[in-house]
C-alpha cells in the first residue's frame, strides 16, 4: 500500500524564481493539504484540494497556488519566491473531504538563496 | 493569543517513566483534536486522534480531552529511549477542513 510520495526530496532556487512542488496521495485517498513548516514551528495550512478544486485556504498569499488532478495527484506552486519561503513543504491526504485524519508524505525541503 | 499552544521543552523523562505533553486550545468551535509525533528530519507521522470528552488508549498512548478547560493531553507510559521526538497537537474547527497544529514539545527519553 503506497503511502504518500512526493517530488522533488530537495530544491535550492534563488530569490524571484518560481516553483512546483508534486504530491501523490495515499492509495484510496483525494483529499489533499499542503504545509509549509518553517525550522522549530508546527506545520501552517496553505490549503487544501478536493475534486479538483481549492477548497479552504489558510493565510498566504497569492503567490501560493494549486492543482488537483483526475488522479487525486496534486501540485504546489509559489511564485516570486522569497527569502523566508525556505521551509520544509508537507503534502498531507485524507479520505474524503470532511475527514481530518491525514498521513503526511516526507516533504520537500526548499531552499531559497 | 496562539490557536493552539504547547510548551516547547524539552521534557526529559528516564526510560519506562510516563511522559505527560499538554496543550491548550482557543476556539471553543474546535471539535477534532490530534496528536503527531515528528521524529528530527522527518514528516509527521499521526500517532492518535480523539473527538469526545474523557480519554482513549491505544497501546502505551492515552490521550485526554477536556472541551471546558480547552485542554489535550497525550500519556506515554513505559516510554522508551524510540519515544524521542517532537509531539505536535492539531486542531480542527467544526466546518472546517483547516488542522491548526501546535509548534511541538520536544520528548527526550533518557535510557
Known amino acids: 500500500d503506497a503511502g504518500v510520495t512526493q517530488s522533488p526530496t530537495h530544491l535550492i532556487k534563488t530569490r524571484g524564481q518560481q516553483v512546483t512542488l508534486r504530491c501523490s496521495p495515499k492509495?484510496?485517498?483525494?483529499?489533499v493539504s499542503w504545509y509549509q513548516q518553517a525550522l522549530g514551528q508546527g506545520p501552517q495550512f496553505i490549503f487544501q484540494y478536493y475534486e479538483e478544486e481549492e477548497r479552504q485556504r489558510g493565510n498566504f498569499p497569492d503567490r501560493f497556488s494549486g492543482h488537483q488532478f483526475p488522479n487525486y495527484s496534486s501540485e504546489l506552486n509559489v511564485n516570486a519566491l522569497w527569502l523566508g519561503d525556505s521551509a520544509l513543504y508537507l503534502c498531507a491526504s485524507s479520505a474524503g473531504y470532511s475527514s481530518y485524519e491525514q498521513y503526511f508524505g516526507p516533504g520537500t525541503r526548499l531552499t531559497v538563496t | 493569543q496562539k490557536e493552539v499552544e504547547q510548551n516547547s521543552g524539552p521534557l526529559s523523562v528516564p526510560e519506562g517513566a510516563i511522559a505527560s505533553l499538554n496543550c491548550t486550545y482557543s476556539?471553543?468551535?474546535?471539535?477534532?483534536f490530534f496528536w503527531y509525533r515528528q521524529y528530527s528530519g522527518k514528516s509527521p507521522e499521526l500517532i492518535m486522534s480523539i473527538y469526545s470528552n474523557g480519554d482513549k488508549e491505544d497501546g502505551r498512548f492515552t490521550a485526554q480531552l477536556n472541551k471546558a478547560s480547552q485542554y489535550v493531553s497525550l500519556l506515554i507510559r513505559d516510554s522508551q529511549p524510540s519515544d524521542s521526538a517532537t509531539y505536535l497537537c492539531a486542531v480542527a474547527r467544526r466546518g472546517y477542513q483547516k488542522v491548526t497544529f501546535g509548534t511541538g514539545t520536544k520528548l527526550q527519553v533518557i535510557p
Open positions: 476556539d471553543r468551535v474546535s471539535q477534532s
Open positions: 492509495s484510496g485517498h483525494d483529499t
